[in-house]
């Protein structure tokens, strides 16, 4: 165990939350079509590097040399299809918002199709595990379907029904329900998210049986699931740049008490509850700083799912930690010395990853 935290503490990863997520949300009027895509610049850097200097960033100034290609590489690995016949944006526009993702729109205007292909084979130069969220939005901006693309399945099919109003369609994907897709996307994500396991660790090390345990996951559940409401109502919004470096400050502060009382619980659940709020908002801030949520309706789902699948995550994590850990505990040497060991360690990592965060 010590080894391992050992590594973590070496790992580069600066944020604890990329998740391998794009957007691609399109809309149509009564004769045009409008689509935006969205993607961590950190993503894109695999198939057209922007990083001049290679210190780890993209400045505005690097992103403004390399954006025309960018944006050309981009709209041609997306490939629209109106009633059978390929097309060509009308106008192509790219940039880098605030949260360091780029943003790449398309207009076709002037064009009347009865069915809609559209192909997203830029997936595939991305990462093997990513996925595009893709949704579908009527004239009035109401949300009328949405899925969950992989490099397997970049494919959706629009049918309009001429009878209908506008808003009535079929999209037909080759892919799993956005519900599901979420759901395993936030299992993935609990799974090789390094802060978030560290800080679990911290919290189940020093815990003796399984009431106390059971307080520790149940606080921080019900604090992940009220952050989700939260989120899903719009009514707090926290930028990431405040939220990653307290998700630090959370796993230094867990660690040193590991040492301060001794490896004593007593009183853990509120501060697990308090630290959980902040880390659910974490969570909810990949999603909404790739777009998700940014048109009506289209929150709810994706949210519900990947926070779900976070939390089965930590349980199945739980479930396999935690008898290993109930059982050093009946060593005297592991509660005297490995316990403020591995929370010397944890303080140490957090530390690492708040200033690399601030």
Same mark, same amino acid.
């Given at each position: 165990?010590?080894?391992?935290?050992a590594?973590?503490? +070496?790992?580069?990863?600066?944020?604890?939350?990329?998740?391998?997520?794009?957007?691609?949300?399109?809309?149509?009027?009564?004769?045009?079509?409008?689509?935006?895509?969205?993607?961590?610049?950190?993503?894109?850097e695999q198939?057209?590097?922007?990083?001049r200097n290679?210190?780890?960033?993209?400045?505005q100034e690097?992103?403004?040399?390399?954006?025309?290609r960018l944006a050309?590489?981009?709209?041609?690995?997306?490939?629209? *299809?109106?009633?059978?016949v390929?097309?060509?944006?009308?106008?192509?526009r790219?940039?880098?918002?605030?949260?360091?993702?780029?943003?790449?729109?398309l207009?076709?205007?002037?064009?009347?199709?009865?069915q809609?292909? @559209?192909?997203f084979?830029?997936? *595939?130069?991305? &990462?093997?595990?990513? #996925?595009?969220?893709? &949704? @579908?939005?009527?004239?009035?901006?109401?949300?009328?379907? +949405?899925?969950?693309?992989?490099r397997?399945?970049?494919?959706?099919?629009?049918?309009?029904?001429?009878?209908?109003?506008?808003?009535?369609?079929?999209?037909?994907?080759a892919s799993?329900?956005?519900?599901?897709?979420?759901? #395993?996307? +936030?299992?993935?994500?609990?799974?090789?998210g390094?802060?978030?396991?560290?800080f679990?660790f911290?919290?189940l090390i020093v815990?003796?049986?399984?009431?106390?345990?059971?307080?520790?996951?149940?606080?921080?559940?019900?604090?992940?699931?009220?952050?989700?409401?939260?989120?899903?109502?719009?009514?707090?919004?926290?930028?990431?740049r405040?939220?990653?470096?307290?998700i630090?400050?959370?796993?230094?502060?867990?660690?040193?008490?590991?040492?301060?009382?001794?490896?004593?619980?007593?009183?853990?659940?509120?501060?697990?509850?308090?630290?959980?709020l902040?880390?659910?908002?974490?969570?909810?801030?990949?999603?909404?700083?790739?777009?998700?949520?940014?048109?009506?309706g289209?929150?709810?789902?994706p @949210?519900?799912?990947?926070?779900?699948?976070?939390?089965?995550?930590?349980?199945?994590l739980?479930?396999?930690?935690?008898p290993?850990?109930?059982?050093?505990?009946?060593?005297?040497?592991?509660?005297?010395?490995?316990v403020?060991?591995?929370?010397?360690?944890?303080?140490l990592?957090?530390?690492?990853?708040?200033?690399? #965060?601030?």
């Amino acid at each position: 165990m010590a080894l391992l935290l050992a590594a973590l503490c +070496g790992t580069a990863v600066c944020l604890g939350h990329d998740v391998g997520l794009s957007t691609a949300t399109w809309q149509w009027h009564s004769n045009q079509l409008d689509g935006t895509l969205t993607f961590a610049v950190r993503e894109t850097e695999q198939f057209m590097p922007l990083d001049r200097n290679q210190d780890g960033r993209v400045s505005q100034e690097e992103f403004s040399l390399g954006r025309e290609r960018l944006a050309s590489a981009i709209a041609t690995n997306c490939q629209i *299809r109106f009633d059978g016949v390929s097309a060509e944006p009308g106008a192509i526009r790219c940039q880098l918002d605030t949260s360091n993702n780029v943003v790449v729109n398309l207009t076709f205007p002037d064009v009347q199709f009865g069915q809609l292909d @559209l192909d997203f084979p830029v997936i *595939r130069l991305l &990462t093997p595990s990513h #996925r595009m969220f893709f &949704t @579908l939005l009527d004239p009035a901006g109401q949300t009328i379907a +949405g899925r969950l693309l992989d490099r397997n399945s970049t494919l959706v099919m629009v049918r309009l029904d001429p009878e209908k109003p506008a808003s009535a369609a079929s999209a037909s994907p080759a892919s799993v329900p956005s519900f599901t897709g979420f759901l #395993r996307l +936030g299992v993935e994500h609990i799974l090789t998210g390094y802060d978030h396991l560290l800080f679990l660790f911290a919290l189940l090390i020093v815990t003796r049986n399984f009431t106390s345990a059971l307080q520790v996951i149940t606080c921080f559940t019900i604090a992940h699931s009220i952050t989700l409401g939260v989120a899903t109502f719009d009514l707090v919004h926290v930028s990431s740049r405040l939220v990653e470096p307290l998700i630090a400050v959370t796993i230094i502060y867990v660690g040193v008490e590991n040492i301060w009382k001794h490896g004593d619980p007593h009183g853990r659940w509120r501060l697990t509850f308090a630290f959980g709020l902040i880390h659910g908002f974490g969570f909810a801030s990949v999603l909404r700083e790739m777009g998700i949520g940014a048109h009506a309706g289209g929150v709810a789902l994706p @949210l519900l799912g990947f926070n779900l699948g976070v939390e089965l995550g930590q349980i199945a994590l739980a479930a396999i930690v935690l008898p290993l850990i109930w059982k050093l505990r009946t060593k005297p040497v592991f509660v005297k010395r490995w316990v403020p060991a591995c929370s010397a360690l944890v303080a140490l990592a957090g530390a690492y990853w708040f200033f690399q #965060r601030v």
